[in-house]
Nanobody, 124 residues
Framework: VQLQASGGGLVQAGGSLRLSCAASGRTFMRYGMGWFRQAPGREREFVAAISWSGGSTSYGDSVKGRFTISRDNGKNTVYLQMNNLKPEDTAVYYC??????????????????WGQGTLVTVSS
């Protein structure tokens, strides 16, 4: 499966952005999906994950209550709604698909496919 992330940009602190990740192919429902991010000089960090059906979600501690992950299997797309953004949210955001973790995973090594990343910059 190929993943194409979009929706990044420059936003002021307190603002919102919605990231999208479009997947190719007809097997989108067979994958748990996740979002990760990586800031300069830092390791890749888990942001959110969602199960194949969308019925189960999980979040990293730093984004709980501010970010929401969702998916539309009819459109082969997963979303990340980001509210109340903070300068520390600045990073390249990656979407990923896991064929063996249908309920999503917090661990990057459980994902088989990765998108190219989209840059989110939050100014103070």
């Amino acid at each position: 499966v190929q993943l194409q992330a979009s929706g990044g940009g420059l936003v002021q602190a307190g603002g919102s952005l919605r990231l999208s990740c479009a997947a190719s192919g007809r097997t989108f429902m067979r994958y748990g999906m996740g979002w990760f991010r990586q800031a300069p000089g830092r390791e890749r960090e888990f942001v959110a994950a969602i199960s194949w059906s969308g019925g189960s979600t999980s979040y990293g501690d730093s984004v709980k209550g501010r970010f929401t992950i969702s998916r539309d299997n009819g459109k082969n797309t997963v979303y990340l709604q980001m509210n109340n953004l903070k300068p520390e949210d600045t990073a390249v955001y990656y979407c990923a698909a896991a064929s063996r973790a249908l309920y999503g995973s917090t661990r990057s090594n459980e994902y088989d496919y990765w998108g190219q990343g989209t840059l989110v910059t939050v100014s103070s």
